[in-house]
């Protein structure tokens, strides 16, 4: 068992690891180390604008975190958010956005959840399609699902071209507009953060308890760790994935509506930067579990909003916050795996500290069927 | 098991003059475990030397060292009067030491001769010398006794055969010492005693043999010298003729074993029966061909075989796995479909053989695994959510009644893989005797695939205990095993599976052993009056 310590300790070491190795190209790039970091942290948490900028920013992360988080504690690897994401979000606007932005014709009170159920349909369907060739098939779904991103992205750009296009947009690829009803509220005053935050963080600690509490929970991370076992245990594998396929696709196409509702109130095709793959790096920077994917996505939002008003005042491009989020996860990783082991200095090298062989298990004759 | 072949045994005093191999307090930690302590033996010429120990005991590890695959933090090792150099398996080679390991390493699709002279020639001459070493291969063949056709291909040869081809591949390349790690893993009886008559003409021309093993009838049958490993301690080393059964298990196990009790009972009603259930895989042959088989209530009915004839895919249907392809498969009268669920409702405890990859889940901690059969039943969950305290209560149940060890620091939220393997087969074993809390009745049927293996010899009386002390509460149990000692110490009835066919369930004392060993090479005729090994 590892120590608790280690284990709380663990992220703080590799923050402070990354620091210190990006500080090498901060220096390379000839701006002061010191003022540099001291410029991303205030850039990205540093005032009441900082802190506004970052949540909004952490809020789509929050939810694709969460959807790479529950996909791969059950072992689906889906790499295709970010598709799911732009469909979910093309889904909210196509129901709330119909009839050139004034909706269906009905209360907001009933296009909002309806509208907001289209685009995690859209999402879940979207990586239903892997999930079954995956079960069914033997498929391997980080191919089918990293592919399919490049496929929506087109989609999403046919229809903006074409038949969701919005008129009013001066020949921009825009779409169509939600009504201001359908729009999420601001949290504070003169900042976009929105309530789509509130959404994001319930949303977390719903998936939290999901996960500990339930039956379906249980299921998903007995199938996760070994699904030899948990068939033998008479586990549904098959249905636990087609479960988890719709859970992890729901949250990104949730990702995306909440997106447009909350900021621009249409899609374009660079609404996200990423977000789908970034939410892989916070999922496992938060190793897997939900409540932790709250904090990696506002760790990895500060470091994107700081960076960026950190290379207005020196000469380090924005390019950083990629390299500093990376190289975080990459430490992460490394630390995760020290935090199980406990290092001693040994005299003999390498022959020191490798764990012993099991004792061969009793050869099993070649099969003669 | 009476003693077919005169075992060559020379006084124990040429080992103390002249040595050929002799290691010094070799030591071996890996972290704070010490795999070997202080290890000292001595080899003679002509002699067997058995090495002696449970699971874990640190066998292995000191063979790997001699070989050089391992380096010792402290000791030395000398091969006929000159020290080995550590870490090095080509100067051991050299040396004279040779290895047969326990998972043979032959090309299938290769013959007996390509085997033979792999990695032996150097790779720069332009043709290889097969003639040559097809003559040494012959010689050697005869020498020793070990007849095989050069040309075979090692596909088509038995595993007696294909250890044959291990050993000589090691005599050819001027082995001196000869290693067999648990060499009797795989054999069948008869293949076990051809074995131990080879062993005899080797030493007779004087080679030395290390003998791995944990069975103590065999240790004693071919060995001069016994050295017994404990938790990487030497505990003793004595000459066989001076030693017994009951003393070495105690002496491996560091305490007395008392073997299992089982009270006499007669056979109650029909628990489970299979009708020329058939199920047909992907090849040509069918993977269960034809199979009766009739389990009563208070009964242990075993099948023995050579390991992937078949004892798998049975294990499944009686798991609710697979359904069979044709046949009829009932329990307690009623066919039941191919789901665990189903199976596990039913009242049928199940025990698979591989505990890490199917009995647990690792990562989970251990009151999770106590109930992974049945977390979604009214028992344990109610409206979808696990009834965490009742759900713990009785995992503290299973861990108290089953004295699964290993949970005294962290608890019930031990992750399951930090227990050792017969504290986890307990759990696995609690699992499924304990069933569900609402009903006290005990298992309709239990299907244990090769319930003791890999376990150390308390744990092995423990879960032997555990099926006899339920088979007498009246469940009918299936014990699938390769070990013949366990499946005549606890069946009623035994059954022998070859290539997919189940001979009948015949009474264990219908049986000789001569005639299991036969039935596990191949069908044979019930009357053949077969005294092989009288």
């Known amino acids: 068992m590892p120590s608790r310590l280690a284990q709380l300790a663990a992220p703080f070491a590799a923050v402070a690891f990354t620091l210190l190795v990006t500080s090498l190209l901060v220096a390379w790039a000839r701006a002061p180390v010191g003022q540099a970091y001291a410029l991303l942290l205030e850039g990205g948490f540093g005032s009441r604008f900082a802190w506004g900028e970052t949540l909004t920013r952490a809020t789509p992360l929050i939810l694709t975190g969460l959807s790479a988080a529950v996909a791969f504690k059950a072992r689906l690897f889906n790499i295709g958010a970010e598709g799911q994401l732009y469909l979910g979000a093309l889904a909210a606007v196509a129901v709330g956005g119909l009839h050139g932005g004034s909706g269906l014709a009905l209360s907001p009170w009933l296009v909002f959840p309806l509208m907001m159920l289209a685009a995690a349909a859209a999402g879940a369907l979207l990586l239903l399609v892997p999930a079954l060739m995956k079960s069914r098939l033997g498929v391997d779904e980080v191919v089918t699902t990293l592919l399919l991103n490049f496929i929506v992205l087109l989609f999403v750009s046919l229809m903006l071209d074409g038949p969701m296009k919005d008129p009013t947009a001066m020949g921009w690829p825009q779409s169509v507009a939600l009504q201001d009803a359908l729009q999420l509220g601001k949290l504070a005053e003169r900042s976009r953060i929105h309530s789509g935050l509130l959404w994001a963080l319930s949303l977390s600690v719903a998936l939290w308890a999901l996960l500990r509490f339930t039956t379906t929970g249980f299921e998903i991370r007995a199938v996760g760790a070994n699904a030899r076992a948990a068939a033998f245990a008479g586990m549904p594998v098959g249905w636990v994935t087609v479960k988890v396929a719709l859970l992890s696709g729901a949250l990104a196409g949730l990702a995306g509506a909440i997106e447009v509702a909350g900021r621009t109130g249409y899609v374009t095709l660079d609404m996200s930067p990423g977000y789908g793959y970034s ?37 380090v491009p924005t390019y950083i916050a990629d390299v500093i989020v990376s190289v975080s996860l990459l430490a992460m990783l490394v630390a995760a795996m020290l935090s199980n082991y406990r290092v001693t200095a040994t005299t003999s090298g390498v022959h020191g500290s490798r764990r012993p062989p099991p004792e061969g298990r009793a050869a099993r004759g070649p099969g003669s069927t | 098991m009476s003693a077919m072949v005169a075992t060559a045994r020379p006084a124990p005093d040429i080992a103390a003059a002249n040595p050929v191999l002799r290691m010094a307090g070799v030591t071996k930690r890996f972290g704070t475990l010490v795999a070997n302590d202080a290890i000292s033996l001595d080899l003679g010429r002509g002699e067997v030397l058995a090495l002696l120990g449970e699971n874990g005991a640190g066998k292995s590890t000191l063979v790997s060292i001699l070989f050089g695959h391992y380096v010792a933090d402290e000791g030395e090792i000398e091969a006929f009067g000159i020290p080995l150099p550590p870490g090095d398996p080509a100067a051991a080679l050299a040396a004279g030491i040779g290895m047969v390991h326990q998972h043979f390493t032959l090309a299938d699709n290769l013959s007996v001769l390509d085997n033979v002279m792999l990695g032996t020639e150097p790779l720069w001459l332009p043709f290889s010398r097969r003639a040559a070493s097809r003559r040494r291969l012959v010689e050697t063949g005869q020498r020793f006794g070990l007849g095989v056709n050069p040309d075979a291909h090692i596909a088509s040869l038995s595993v007696g055969e294909r250890q044959r081809v291990e050993i000589l591949k090691a005599l050819v390349r001027g082995a001196k010492i000869l290693i067999l790690d648990e060499p009797t893993a795989v054999l069948t009886p008869q293949e076990s005693e051809s074995l131990f008559a080879t ?82 895989g992907i090849g040509a042959s069918a993977l269960l061909d034809g199979v009766n088989l009739e389990l009563r209530s208070g009964e242990v009915v075993a099948v023995a075989g050579v390991a992937g004839n078949g004892q798998d895919t049975l294990a499944d249907l009686l798991c609710g796995l697979h359904a069979p392809d044709s046949g009829s498969l009932e329990v307690l009268g009623a066919r039941l479909p191919a789901s665990p669920q189903a199976w596990v409702r039913a009242g049928v405890a199940r025990i698979p053989e591989d505990r890490h990859a199917v009995g647990v889940v690792g990562d989970l901690p251990v009151w999770e695994n106590a109930i992974l059969e049945r977390y979604a039943g009214a028992s344990f969950a109610r409206l979808g959510v696990i009834r965490r305290s009742v759900s713990q209560a009785h995992a503290r149940h299973l861990v108290e009644r089953f004295d699964v060890r290993g949970t005294e620091s962290a608890g019930l939220e031990t992750p399951t893989r930090a227990l050792s393997g017969g504290n986890m087969q307990k ?24 319930p003791t293996w890999g376990l150390d010899i308390g744990a092995v009386a423990y879960v032997h205990q555990q099926l006899l002390d339920a088979c007498a509460a009246g469940s009918a149990v299936l014990l699938i095993s390769e070990d013949l000692d366990e499946v005549f110490a606890l069946a009623d009835r035994i059954a022998v599976m070859h290539h997919g066919c189940l001979t009948e369930a015949r009474p264990a004392s219908a049986w000789t052993l001569a005639e299991i060993g036969l039935a596990m090479t191949g069908p044979v005729a019930h009357e053949s009056p077969a005294h092989v090994a009288a």
Request: charged letters at 15%; proline letters at 6%; hydrophobic letters at 55%.
């Open chain 2, 427 to 450: 759990l696995i074993l609690g699992r499924a005797l304990m069933g569900d809390p609402s009903d006290r009745s005990g298992p309709v049927l239990i299907v244990a695939n090769q």
């Open chain 1, 279 to 315: 939410g892989i790096v916070i999922a496992m920077l938060a190793a897997l579990n939900p409540l932790g994917v709250v904090a990696a996505a506002v760790f990895v939002a500060g470091i994107l909003v700081g960076a960026d008003s950190m290379s207005r005042a020196v000469t």
């Open chain 2, 199 to 280: 062993l005899g003409q080797l030493v007779a021309e004087g080679l030395s043999v290390i003998f791995i093993s944990h069975k103590l009838d065999e240790v004693l049958r071919v060995s001069s010298r016994i050295a017994v490993l404990r938790g990487g301690r030497q505990v003793a080393t004595l000459p066989a003729a001076e030693a017994d059964k009951a003393m070495l298990a105690e002496l491996m196990v560091g305490r007395a074993v008392p073997p299992a009790q089982r009270h006499p009972r007669l056979p109650g009603a029909v628990a489970c029966s299979l009708r020329n259930a058939t199920l047909r």
